[in-house]
């Protein structure tokens, strides 16, 4: 061995004399000292702290909220990176089995870093050039990527980043077992559409859990990992085929999946069941941003087990719902169906004078409340600067039912378009308790964010009248008391002359009773019935029912001209099917940590204590009955052939500005409203904004598709109470009389008093 030394030392001095040799050396001497004291820097922490294996132990991510509906099933989620965690026993074997495949083949047997792998990439890529030869990196290099991330350095950026996630790797393989490892990479890892771990992937591309996945849509999912906007299916969905067959390949060549099998699945087109969770997009947007109104004040009030407040984008909470997703589903079918054709007949019936073209005044009035408009004012720039500004054109998104567009389009030009759209609101609860069903609050939330359900206060029009009913029978007023169809003028309210929406001259010696009066919507006798009720009456009645914006304390307050918002309306409507008890809608049952405990429930703010008497209720909604079966609201019955247990109203204000429906049903109490947003724009014509035409049919499509629909037989099926027989009887009249020639001699046509 001495010899063999000695002989070495001959060999090397006498090599050592060549230049080139000397230099070759001592700059690969320079190299290994260099990286070994750039690898020692970064071990000690020089370049930023590596975390240690206890921090490893307890990595926190951050996980998005989920918000779920009554049945757990997924309605949308909140967060800034879209993760959703699961466990490793939810991962179908296929699915580990192309990740392996595909991405770190030796996973099981390295310990964080693939030594050999390196290897054939230092031969392969930098000495042959071969880029086929792959990057070296291992899942568990990807881990630390994923959880760290990179920072950019002034020098070899590239080089600091891999040897601390080398570091880390080893790190993370001594603390975690290689299952675990799996879950967490699965967990982290980014696909495509800024969505972070593969349960979020799989519900957004396949609309379904990840325990549900094929070996088809598990390939697709690994498939875009190699780059995710590159491979993404949703954008290039050929690319992303046959991306998928390359994991197929891969399986295939490593024994995971048979060979025989190969061509048949290859052959499979790729099929997607996209599902934004954008907070813009998706089932119920409306909804979900107001749950996060509220969510914001619950969070806001509690703590965690370290006296922390909850993050609603990053802590991973379960937020449980009163929705019903198939319920909304119907909803905002039936509100697409009618609003896209209500819009068709809206714009034809004013033509070359629709009010949002040529009308200066109104024009001028809402540029003025645009952000576009107040930033040049705040700016200092005169009309004229702004005008010129505002007629600028330059590419803008529009709204249209029958498919956005791209134009080129000014301000002012953008401010027309969206001025002329109907918008609506609707919601349906559980008048047991006010458990909301269905929720849409517009049209579309992309473009119009203002809610009509929680946001909005509109003149409620004939939906006011029930009320003044109620405080009338329950003042003692009977359901067969008569009242003229003659016009009284109220001398002390500058001569107010309230008129019916009929076009036709009536017969004021014609007398209606309470039912056929209320059924018929008729404006002069509910006008009557609250003068002899008396406002304080109505107001207090109004006010038991949970209603509380202010009541104008004028007579027109029988014809609707309150501004209510829709649910307070939806809650006062749901005592007449709730034991004569109001009911307050609510959102969110229960609330769970990331961990399953329950930190939130809710208890519903319901009344105790009856707004108005069993016989008051049970009057009240055969008269409504009335109204659907013979009323205002037939044509549920003639035109949309809905034969079940229905109570309702309609409504519409002034100059047809408002149109609304209240649909009544044994287990579920719908409300719908439709208008314009600007408050100057109304329906042409009565016959087309009338809430039996603009509002009703939004009730109806929705109740169609339920009764076609046996999970809701219990809904759909349900029967109201049968009234007792002191209401029967009192009911048993007939619905209108004609006053005797000696009445009729004598009758005014016109009356004039006071109110």
């Known amino acids: 061995m001495k010899v063999l030394w000695e002989r070495f030392k001959i060999w090397f001095a006498a090599k050592w004399q060549n230049k080139w040799i000397k230099v070759v050396t001592i700059a690969v001497l320079a190299v290994f000292v260099f990286l070994l004291g750039l690898y020692i820097s970064i071990y000690l922490g020089v370049f930023g702290k590596i975390p240690t294996q206890e921090e490893l132990g307890s990595i926190k991510q951050e996980e998005a909220t989920q918000l779920l509906d009554r049945n757990e099933k997924l309605i949308g989620k909140y967060y800034i990176y879209d993760r959703q965690p699961v466990e490793f026993e939810n991962f179908p074997k296929h699915l580990i089995d192309a990740l392996i495949a595909t991405e770190d083949v030796r996973f099981y047997e390295h310990d964080g870093v693939d030594n050999i792998s390196l290897i054939r990439v230092f031969v392969k890529n930098l000495l042959f050039g071969d880029k086929s030869a792959g990057g070296g990196s291992t899942i568990t290099l990807q881990l630390a990527k994923n959880l760290y991330g990179r920072k950019n350095y002034a020098m070899f950026s590239m080089l600091i980043n891999k040897f601390k996630e080398s570091i880390i790797a080893k790190r993370i393989e001594t603390v975690y077992s290689k299952e675990e490892i799996l879950t967490l990479y699965l967990n982290t890892v980014p696909f495509s559409d800024n969505t972070y771990g593969i349960e979020s992937a799989s519900r957004k591309f396949f609309n379904k859990s990840v325990n549900e996945l094929s070996k088809l849509e598990s390939a697709t999912l690994v498939g875009t990992l190699k780059a995710n906007n590159y491979f993404n299916p949703r954008l290039h ?285 008729v404006n002069t006798i509910a006008v009557k019935v609250f003068d002899k009720v008396g406002i304080p009456k109505v107001i207090g009645q109004v006010e038991k029912l949970g209603i509380t914006e202010k009541m104008p304390k004028q007579p027109s307050l029988a014809l609707g001209v309150a501004e209510i918002n829709l649910m307070n309306l939806t809650g006062a409507y749901a005592s007449y099917v709730n034991n004569s008890k109001p009911v307050v809608p609510f959102f969110i049952t229960k609330i769970e940590d990331k961990k399953g405990n329950i930190i939130y429930e809710s208890q519903p703010e319901n009344k105790k204590e009856k707004a108005y008497s069993d016989y008051t209720r049970q009057v009240m909604l055969q008269f409504m009955k009335a109204t659907v079966n013979s009323g205002t609201a037939s044509r549920l019955r003639s035109t949309y052939g809905l034969n079940n247990a229905i109570a309702g109203k309609t409504g519409t204000t002034q100059d047809n500005k408002d149109g609304w429906f209240v649909g009544i049903t044994p287990k579920l109490v719908t409300v719908t409203w439709v208008g314009n947003d600007n408050h100057s724009i109304g329906f042409k014509t009565t016959g087309l904004g009338q809430g039996a035409n603009s509002a009703l049919p939004l009730f109806a499509n929705f109740y169609k598709k339920m009764n076609g629909d046996n999970d809701y037989k219990t809904i759909t099926g349900a029967q109201f109470e049968n009234p007792s027989k002191e209401v029967l009887d009192d009911l048993d009249c007939e619905p209108e009389k004609r006053d005797g020639l000696f009445k009729r001699i004598f009758k005014r046509k016109n009356k004039k008093k006071k109110f």
Not at 278 to 302: C, M, W
Not at 340 to 361: C, H, I, M, V
Not at 462 to 468: E, L, N, R, Y
Not at 487 to 505: C, H, L, R
Request: with cysteine.
């Open 237 to 521: 969905l050929e690319r992303s085929q046959n991306r998928r067959n390359v994991v197929l390949d891969q399986m295939v060549k490593y024994n995971y999946l048979e060979s025989d099998s190969l061509e048949l699945l290859k052959k499979q087109p790729l099929e997607l069941d996209y599902r934004s969770f954008n907070h813009d997009l998706g089932t119920a947007p409306y909804f979900r941003e107001a749950v996060k109104k509220q969510l914001t004040k619950i969070l806001d009030s509690i703590e965690d087990q370290n006296g922390e407040k909850y993050n609603l984008y990053k802590d991973g909470l379960k937020v449980y719902t009163t929705l019903d997703y198939k319920m909304q589903e119907y909803a905002e079918a039936a509100m697409k169906d009618h609003l896209s054709q209500l819009q068709l007949a809206f714009e034809k019936s004013y033509g070359r004078n629709a009010p949002w073209q040529t009308n200066d005044k109104l024009l001028k009035s809402a540029l003025k409340n645009t952000v576009q408009y107040k930033s040049l004012k705040a700016k200092g720039l005169s009309e004229k600067q702004i005008e010129d500004s505002l007629n600028v054109k330059r590419n803008v998104e529009l709204f249209s039912w029958k498919g956005d567009t791209v134009l080129n389009v000014s301000a002012i030009d953008s401010l027309k378009h969206f001025l002329k759209f109907l918008n609506t609101g609707m919601l349906s609860i559980d008048p047991n308790d006010g458990a909301v069903r269905a929720y849409v609050g517009g049209i579309d939330y992309r473009y119009f964010k203002y809610d009509h359900v929680s946001q909005s206060k509109r003149q409620v029009g004939s939906t006011f009248k029930p009320f003044v009913y109620t405080a009338a029978i329950e003042d003692g007023m009977k359901p067969c008391d008569y009242f003229s169809l003659s016009k009284v003028t109220y001398t002390n309210y500058d001569d107010w002359s309230p008129s019916n929406s009929s076009d036709k001259e009536e017969d004021p010696y014609i007398n209606y009773n309470l039912e056929k009066a209320l059924s018929q919507s």
